[in-house]
């Protein structure tokens, strides 16, 4: 009964899995990373890689990653849009900066929040509670009122 699956995975794992997806009807979507190391998938660039294995493959973008690796989430967000199938949403500093307190790092939370609202994209939104705070139930609330926040401000 499942019609999507997101994981991390290697750019040269695409063509592997390809075949399976189309032969299953399973969307697979690559989950990117902000490590620079080779085969991962990082980039726009890698991004692409994978998704010519197949048109069952499919992107799971995690803006705090994309932005950490001084990508354009909000660029990237409107030119692949179509083959987004999830997003991860957390706050990090450029360059691989650290983990921060959502609105304290320098992803564009704001306007890719927006952007799904506005131009009515179906993508689902998974909160990532990733920094150092007091308590994890605590702090979750704390991104989903930031959130809120920016969706009804």
């Known amino acids: 009964g499942v019609d999507v699956i997101t994981a991390s995975s290697k750019v040269s794992f695409a063509p592997r899995v390809a075949p399976f997806a189309e032969e299953h009807k399973i969307t697979f979507a690559f989950h990117n990373h902000s490590s620079s190391a080779a085969d991962e998938v990082v980039s726009p660039e890698s991004f692409a890689a994978v998704m010519k294995a197949g048109s ?12 950490a690796a001084n990508h354009d989430a909000v660029a990237f967000l409107d030119a692949n849009h179509a083959r987004i199938v999830s997003l991860h949403v957390k706050d990090r500093k450029r360059d691989q900066g650290e983990h921060t307190p959502w609105g304290e790092g320098d992803v564009p939370i704001a306007a890719v929040l927006r952007r799904l609202r506005d131009r009515k994209w179906d993508i689902p939104v998974q909160l990532e509670y990733e920094y150092r705070g007091q308590n994890a139930t ?3 609330a704390k991104c989903l ?3 809120k926040t920016i969706l009804n401000g």
């Open 56 to 67: 069952r493959i499919a992107i799971n973008l995690d803006i705090g990653h994309f932005t």
């Open 138 to 140: 605590t702090e979750v």
């Open 145 to 147: 009122a930031y959130c």
